[in-house]
């Protein structure tokens, strides 16, 4: 080992120091398993740019996608009860709400913010699926009402970013009870006649999927997105049979008319902009 190696290296090493590199830079995309550099996932808004992969998104991330700039604002949700059976399976419920609150840095599974969206004034609502899975409890029902109130009062097109595994089993009947109560809000919109759209990501389950999720004037679906009520594993050992390629997904849904349009993301903001256009426009005609 010469000189230079052994001893004058370590010494400009200690002199510069080492600097830390982030371990965040790249991205596996769980798809097609290439490395997508951080800045260019940013880019294409978490759109894999080798097999056009959808990756999850988070409700604060939908929210920046799908405004104006800087016309946004959000809102502060009501509060409910914490814990309201004291329930407790291998960890007590407050604890999991007290990680997903520290996780997510959010009370609940929702984001409420109004603004603009190619001009038109909306009110959305996007669900965190980081936070306990999207489930649907109290606060979420308490949020997707006040976010149909607020639309309401502001004259505004409500849109809702849903993505969910269902019901929150740590709430009971509790959580049984928003399905009807987030029906009620969809109604208060329509009965105004304000448009109600509807985006279903990746995955879009359960009792949302048995309520408001489907209720929209328009709904538009992610390329790829998983979109149903029980999963395709319980559908299958139910009916004793082989389910079509595809089952569930948004393309098939399309193409069986239970979506009215599969739409990449890149462009879901425009679309957004133009059917709040038309919907406004025929409204007021």
């Known amino acids: 080992m010469s000189w ?4 004058v290296r370590p ?3 200690t002199l510069l120091g080492r600097r830390e590199v982030p371990e965040n830079l790249w991205h596996q995309c769980p798809a097609c398993q290439q490395m997508i550099f951080h800045r260019d996932l940013e880019k294409s808004l978490k759109v894999c740019p080798h097999c056009s992969h ?3 998104a988070t409700a604060a991330e939908r929210l920046a996608w799908t405004f104006d700039p800087e016309t946004s604002v959000s809102i ?4 409910v009860a914490h814990d309201p059976l004291r329930f407790r399976d291998t960890k007590r419920y407050a604890e999991r709400l ?6 997510t840095g959010l ?10 969206i190619g001009g038109h004034k909306a009110v959305v609502a996007a669900m965190e699926f980081a936070f306990l899975g999207g489930s649907m409890g109290a606060a979420v029902g308490e949020g997707i009402l006040a976010a149909a109130r607020l639309a309401v009062l502001q004259q505004a097109a409500l849109v809702v970013f849903t993505a969910s595994g269902g019901a929150r089993m740590q709430e009971g ?3 049984l009870m928003q399905m009807p109560r987030t029906v009620l809000g969809c109604g208060l919109v329509k009965d105004a006649g304000l448009p ?10 359960g009792g949302v999927t048995a309520s408001f999720a489907m209720l929209g004037d328009i709904l538009i679906a992610e390329p790829g997105a998983l979109i149903g009520f029980a999963g395709p594993r319980v559908i299958e050992q139910t009916v004793r049979e082989k389910l079509p390629e595809g089952f569930q997904r948004a393309e098939y849904l399309f193409a069986h008319g239970v979506v009215d349009r599969v739409v990449p993301r890149g462009q879901l903001t425009a679309t957004l902009a133009q059917v709040i256009g038309l919907l406004t426009v025929r409204e007021a005609a």
């Open 4 to 7: 230079l190696s052994q001893y």
């Open 11 to 13: 010494k400009i090493r």
């Open 54 to 56: 959808h990756m999850r």
């Open 76 to 79: 502060e949700l009501p509060k």
């Open 98 to 103: 007290r990680e997903a609150r520290e996780k």
């Open 107 to 116: 009370e609940d599974a929702l984001r409420v913010a109004h603004g603009t």
């Open 173 to 175: 009947a509790i959580s």
């Open 196 to 205: 109600f759209i509807v985006v279903l990501t990746d995955p879009t389950a």
